[in-house]
Nanobody, 112 residues
């Protein structure tokens, strides 16, 4: 049974940093691409970053240079390091595997 559990969200001031984690289980984590998405209040869910099995990364233009996606295959954990946070980064952040597997999300609130 696939499980994705996000953690690390919270309240931070603009310009600050947070690191999100996503603990994965129920599948061979190292073999698959993983993604972070976010959904701000009143907006559609959007892709933030993706990392492939060998570690190739891709980012939304809005977070390039500020966010870093990474993975630790030994720990079956996906990370999102978020620096220079802005008020517009406020959202629920989700990790995703495959087409249909989502975590429940972790809330990030950036105060301006």
């Amino acid at each position: 049974q696939v499980q994705l559990v996000e953690s690390g969200g919270g309240l931070v001031q603009a310009g600050g940093s947070l690191r999100l984690s996503c603990a994965a289980s129920g599948f061979t984590f190292s073999m698959y691409a993983m993604s972070w998405y976010r959904q701000a209040p009143g907006k559609e869910r959007e892709l933030v970053a993706t990392i492939t099995s060998p570690g190739i990364t891709n980012y939304a233009d809005s977070v390039k240079g500020r966010f870093t996606i990474s993975r630790d295959n030994a720990k079956n954990t996906l990370y999102l390091q978020m620096n220079s946070l802005k008020a517009e980064d406020t959202a629920v952040y989700y990790c995703k595997f495959g087409v249909t597997y989502w975590g429940k999300g972790t809330l990030v609130t950036v105060s301006s």
